[in-house]
């Protein structure tokens, strides 16, 4: 079996209220699937998480630089194309969107491996990682995103809403403060507004009172705080039983990282990152005791085979390894499989956001048990049954 054709399905879907996190105001969600076709008919899909970059760029960058490399090739020696891939982008290709490319065409590869085998691509991954294979992997509710005129009242009823649907564990999100000197909305004019530092407090004391004492209650500042700031808000989010402090500053500032890790006392745990990307720079957070909880992103740190890399790294170092999901259902079939061959993962994000990229292309939602433990796809492959009209309704290339 040879690789015949890749075709990328660049995907956007306006968000019918826009949503804010630290850092940035999203008003279009975004997906650039990858179609990996084969001449013996099996085709696989995978997705390049793209954090808002241009989709057009994107897709030139695939088709002038790995296109002709795999055409011809066998697509179920995933590891073996994904050293091919990573080897000829090695100097401009190691992060950035390139890696992300590699990252969707790794999933797509599985996808057909899995098809191949007649397996679903978790069953398939626990032959590398000699692991038992999970059914279904507990989830946390991820929301709490800042919105105009959206106010703590709102907050709560959101939070409430979580706890009915069954979810244990909440987080939502916290530094979108123009008002603070290390804001990084100030280079940010056109989405400067948010709330104060102060306010920040308190939406987390709202979530808190919502979730009582018995819940887990996390937050993510998207890395928007210097060492610094971050230093000055964590008694708060001590006193408030915050379980983990989701990117509190850039992964690049090392010594800062150590610093709150210390300062946290094991009090709460530093997650991250969902921006890094390849096993080497993991490998620095967690050899430098930077981080409590490593986190990834499938579609943008390397794919199943980059993902299974950092997986092993958290799993040698007694970590805990979590994925970042925020993308289509692709992107979150993918991450779900991934989950359900390792040991360290104990729940996976789930976007509680309206998202059509990830409810609307399949043709039958993802399930989950009254405790929001979703199960994980059980045919062959990543499982899913894209409904083409809506993805081609969608499409914008």
């Not at 940035?24 to 970059?53: H, M, P, Q, S």
């Not at 950035?96 to 899995?114: C, E, H, M, Q, R």
């Not at 909880?293 to 790294?313: P, R, S, Y």
Request: a neutral charge.
């Amino acid at each position: 079996m040879k690789i015949s054709a890749v075709e990328t399905i660049p995907l956007a879907h306006e968000c019918k209220i826009p949503i804010a996190d630290a850092v940035g105001v999203n008003r279009l969600r975004k997906a650039l699937l990858i179609k990996i076709n084969t001449d013996k008919g099996l085709w696989g899909i995978g997705e390049a998480f793209l954090y808002g970059c241009s989709l057009q760029g994107a897709k030139k960058i695939l088709e002038d630089q790995f296109v002709s490399l795999l055409i011809g090739k066998n697509p179920c020696s995933a590891k073996e194309n994904y050293e091919l891939l990573c080897w000829n982008s090695m100097a401009f290709g190691r992060a950035g969107i390139v890696k992300a490319l590699i990252s969707g065409i790794d999933i797509a590869l599985w996808d057909i491996a899995a098809k191949a085998e007649g397996l679903p691509v978790g069953k398939l991954l626990c032959k590398e990682t000699s692991c038992l294979h999970l059914d279904k992997i507990p989830s946390y509710a991820s929301g709490g995103f800042y919105a105009e005129g959206k106010d703590k009242a709102a907050l709560e009823k959101e939070a409430e809403a979580y706890l009915k649907k069954g979810y244990s564990a909440v987080k939502i999100k916290i530094g979108r403060n123009p008002s603070r000197s290390d804001s990084p909305l100030k280079y940010l004019p056109s989405s400067c507004w948010g709330e104060s530092v102060e306010k920040d407090i308190e939406r987390i004391a709202a979530v808190r009172s919502v979730l009582g004492n018995e819940r887990i209650l996390m937050v993510d500042s998207n890395a928007s705080f210097s060492a610094q700031g971050a230093m000055q808000i964590l008694p708060s989010l001590i006193e408030q039983g915050v379980a983990w402090f989701e990117e509190p500053i850039r992964f690049e500032d090392e010594d800062g990282l150590k610093e709150l890790r210390a300062a946290m006392k094991g009090r709460m745990q530093i997650a991250g990152f969902e921006t890094a990307q390849g096993d080497a720079v993991f490998k620095n957070l967690i050899d430098g005791g930077c981080v409590d909880i490593v986190q990834a992103d499938i579609g943008w740190a390397g794919g199943f085979t980059g993902c299974l890399k950092i997986a092993e790294l958290a799993k040698k170092a007694g970590k805990k390894f979590s994925l970042h999901s925020f993308g289509s259902a692709v992107h979150f079939a993918s991450s779900l499989h991934l989950a359900s061959c390792l040991a360290n993962t104990d729940m996976i994000e789930s976007e509680e956001n309206a998202n059509a990229l990830r409810s609307a292309i399949v043709k039958s939602p993802f399930q989950a048990d009254p405790k929001m433990a979703f199960y994980v796809p059980e045919k062959e492959g990543l499982g899913i049954e894209l409904d083409w009209d809506a993805v081609h309704s969608m499409r914008v290339l």
